[in-house]
């Protein structure tokens, strides 16, 4: 297991087997590099003879040639990185009869300026878990047929199988918003995981590692044998508002609506038939416009006026209530949250939702009393979070700028009565 916190992302790693085991034949790595960070998952289908396996290779390989090759476009680094990859693992096993493995996979991944690029050969999986829908983002990549055999059957593109194999690259960079989620994966289990149970582990409040050890546990339960590697990246504290990216090609089966869709170009004789159909796709729709736009899986949250904003209001004079500079700085700032701690909760959890550092939640005067003989959470008690102090340009467009990790430190070390006195008198005196 790896896991580590940046300043717009958090992420954890997981194999199912141990490193250097010689049943280690996938595997995972992230690392920082002149062209960006970047993540790998990799593997093979079978073992090869020495202390590395070939998933480990080809980490390695790429690691080598995105530390010493800076190129200005991303995506032209991720994609020659494994062209670089594939032509090593092609000529090592020209030249090394014995090393074989099977067919081998990688998944590259790279965030430079809070955007994500991409690449792949084999059989990897990546998703954009979005609070509330998983997209995929890769697809089947396939090898070119060989007209003079007899057989045509598809077959995918694995690295190391040709001495010049093009790898996929996403069509554009994909720009993620807060609380936005990328897994990647190897293997082909991942798109058997039902969705519904997929988001729901992403969508619980458990640390990001448990989340991908829940995930590898019901990825055993569809294939106990199978060797996978996987990632998980949390974004956050990020500047842009807007979302974009582009989904995976691969042509997902027909949805009820076009089975119905479908069943009714036929023209059935029967008009009642052809009445309850529509009937049941007007159902339907309604179901679909209701999951949507109304039901929201996240716990609704209330916002209440800050009692020690109320203070502060009280103590101006009536100059600054009714128009001064003051008045208008104070308006813009966002009330308290109330949040209802779950099972499992810390503050890292809890900070990485509302990125208010835990010592403002402690010290906030309607918590007094609320935590536990170390300072934690308690389980199921009401917590008042107080947003004006939020890194998160979302909840807190204002003033998040003052509370960023270059501000408070890297685990809010910085920040204490001076600190929050100062952030204080900003509020007030800011025009």
């Known amino acids: 297991m790896a896991t580590r916190k940046l300043k717009n992302f ?3 790693g997981l194999q199912n087997v141990e490193t250097g085991s010689q049943n280690a034949l996938h595997t995972f790595d992230a690392f920082e590099t002149p062209n960006g960070f970047v993540f790998l998952v990799s593997g093979a289908a079978q073992a090869v003879e020495g202390e590395q396996q070939l998933g ?10 995105l530390e010493n090759e800076v190129l200005a476009d991303p995506i032209e680094a991720v994609r020659n990185a494994l062209v670089y990859a594939n032509g090593f693992v092609f000529e090592k096993r020209r030249k090394e009869p014995e090393f074989r493995g099977g067919d081998a996979s990688v ?6 300026d809070e955007k994500v690029f991409y690449s792949w050969l084999g059989d990897v999986s990546l998703f954009l878990y979005t609070g509330k829908r998983r997209f995929p983002l890769t697809w089947p990549l396939e090898a070119e047929v060989d007209h003079d055999s007899e057989s045509e059957t598809k077959q995918v593109l694995f690295l190391g199988r040709q001495q010049l194999a093009e790898p996929a690259v996403c069509e554009k960079a994909l720009v993620p918003v807060d609380d936005d989620m990328l897994f990647m994966g190897t293997g082909g289990v991942w798109q058997s995981l039902r969705e519904k149970s997929f988001c729901s582990v992403l969508a619980d ?14 990825a055993a339960g569809l294939e106990a044998e199978a060797p996978v590697a996987a990632q998980l990246i949390a974004f956050y504290n990020l500047e842009q508002t807007e979302r974009s990216f582009v989904a995976g090609k691969s042509a997902p089966p027909p949805s009820v ?3 119905i869709q479908a069943k009714m170009e036929d023209k059935p004789k029967s008009t009642l038939v052809k009445s309850l159909l529509i009937a049941l796709g007007a159902v339907i729709l309604a179901y679909m416009f209701w999951d949507i736009f109304l039901d929201n899986p996240q716990r ?3 916002v209440q006026t800050s009692r020690t904003l109320v203070a502060e209001i009280d103590s101006l ?19 308290d949250v109330e949040y209802v701690v779950r099972s499992g909760d810390t503050w890292g959890s809890i900070y990485r939702q509302y990125e208010v550092c835990s010592w403002f939640i402690r010290n ?3 918590n007094d009393g609320k935590f536990d003989a170390g300072d934690n959470p308690v389980f199921n008690t009401t917590l008042f979070i107080p947003i004006r102090y939020s890194a998160s340009r979302r909840l807190n467009p204002s003033y998040y700028r003052e509370f960023s990790t270059d501000k408070v430190g890297n685990a809010c070390q910085n920040v204490n009565e001076t600190f929050k006195r100062r952030a204080d008198q900003k509020f007030v005196s800011a025009n």
Do not use: W
Not at 56 to 63: A, G, M, S, T, V
């Open 317 to 335: 004079t009536l100059d600054s209530v009714e128009g001064g500079p003051e008045s208008s700085a104070l308006a813009a700032l966002p009330g």
């Open 107 to 112: 998944l590259c991944l790279l965030i430079r």
């Open 56 to 65: 480990e290779i080809i980490n390695e390989r790429i690691r080598y040639y």
């Open 10 to 12: 958090e992420f954890a």
């Open 364 to 366: 906030h005067t309607p």
């Open 205 to 218: 409040s458990m640390p990001t590692h448990t989340k991908v050890q829940r995930l590898i546990k019901m």
């Open 300 to 302: 609704p949250v209330n």
């Open 257 to 259: 609506m076009e089975k």
